[in-house]
């Protein structure tokens, strides 16, 4: 490609942003379009920042999901680094998450703990093992005793616990880094505050210059288009010609974001494996949490899902009391969170997955995640991003593709 190519990159989460930096340091004029006023303003700024190896995908004893999350997990760190220009450091979580196997859980005790000692030893063997959050080239799981699990929980729900060396990023110091980072690049020109409306080739020829439609008017021409979109991408590539293939869903999902006037000394934790929750300890005062079943607002298979603006958020207040109950009922330190807390927001941004199913079935497609990536037509690249995790990886990959 020509160093002095135009292209388009729909979307400003953090597979939009990650592409387009990586692009514009490489030579290339980048217009970066979003429906929100600012970058990171939706899911890849509203999520709990797992930075995923593959150990909650124990319905997938394949490890093909696993297999597909590693490389892009390992390398998060320094990619991060290298796209802000900053240490990820006081963004990462300090301890090891722990899994606590659910009564319920779509796979037993015994089941998780085989497939999570398949992962760490798939981990261990990576040749990028030593770049990941922490240093997991000895990468283990343990489980927990009688006497270690009765510490966490009394709750007879949890029948099982496991500690294995997966850490998280605190996501909003990772939006703000990324919105400093894209401002720098004078090669990037934020089209901001417009709905995208279609992406069209302005001739005959899907390899000659395309266009972006929008509610502000028509861009172009560009000499490639990139969609990263998370929300209504689907609906973006079928205007560009290419058809939706499979299951898919849209999920909107809120969760908790929270600060606490003083230091509260709490584990991250994940209730394993379906429709529960997690908690995530940023720093000692940010936190995370969730409840999938009072988090999930909108469950579609449309191609272009609901406006989120018609979800009722009267409620908001009572959602909020219903996590931390639900959260505390398992494991009652929690509570320490909430007592603490100086300040809760109730955020929350789509996830797109090609799969579909509620995750208390085994069967659901939503518990693998083996099948994204890149289509193509012509000039118009559509992603998938996957995971926030693999985000970093895949757009590197995508922006040393298109510059060869």
Known sequence: MKKNSRIAVLGAGVMGCS???????????????????????????????KIHLGFIYSADPSLR??????????????????????????????????YLCHRASVTSASEMMTY??????????HPDAKRYLADVSDCRVQR???????????????????????RSVETNWVADKFISALAAEKLIEPVMGVHITAANP??????GTWSIETSEGSFGPYDYVINSLWQGRMAIDQTAGIEPAGTWSNRYRQSLFLRTRTTVKTPCAVIATGPFGDIKNYNGRDFYLSWYPDGLRID??????????NIEVSDSQSRKESIFNHLESLLP?????????????????????????????????????????????????????GKYSTAPFLARSLADSLAE
Not at 116 to 125: I, T
Not at 355 to 370: A, C, E, W
Request: charged residues 25%; proline residues 5%; negative net charge.
């Open 116 to 125: 999570m000692e398949k992962v760490a030893k798939q981990v261990r063997a």
């Open 65 to 98: 999901t696993a297999n597909h999350v590693i490389p892009g997990g390992l390398n998060f760190r320094p990619l991060i680094e290298e796209l802000t220009g900053t240490s990820l450091a006081p963004a990462i979580t300090s301890e090891d998450d722990l």
């Open 300 to 309: 579609s298979s449309e191609i272009l899902p609901p406006d989120i603006k």
């Open 333 to 385: 330190w929690a509570a320490q969170v909430r007592e603490q807390a100086e300040q809760i927001s109730l955020e929350g941004g789509w996830v797109f997955a090609a799969g579909q199913g509620l995750l208390s079935d085994p069967k659901s497609t939503l518990h693998r995640r083996s099948e994204y990536g890149v289509t193509r037509r012509g000039r118009y690249f559509s992603v998938d991003t």
């Open 144 to 166: 927990l005793n009688s006497s270690q699990l009765a510490q966490l929980t009394s709750s007879p729900d949890i029948v099982a616990g496991f500690c294995a060396p997966e």
């Open 19 to 49: 592409t387009a930096i990586f692009l514009a340091r490489k030579g290339f004029q980048v217009s970066i379009f979003d429906k929100e006023k600012q970058p990171f303003s939706a899911a890849s700024r509203w999520n709990e920042g």
């Open 202 to 207: 302005t001739a005959d020829s899907v390899e």
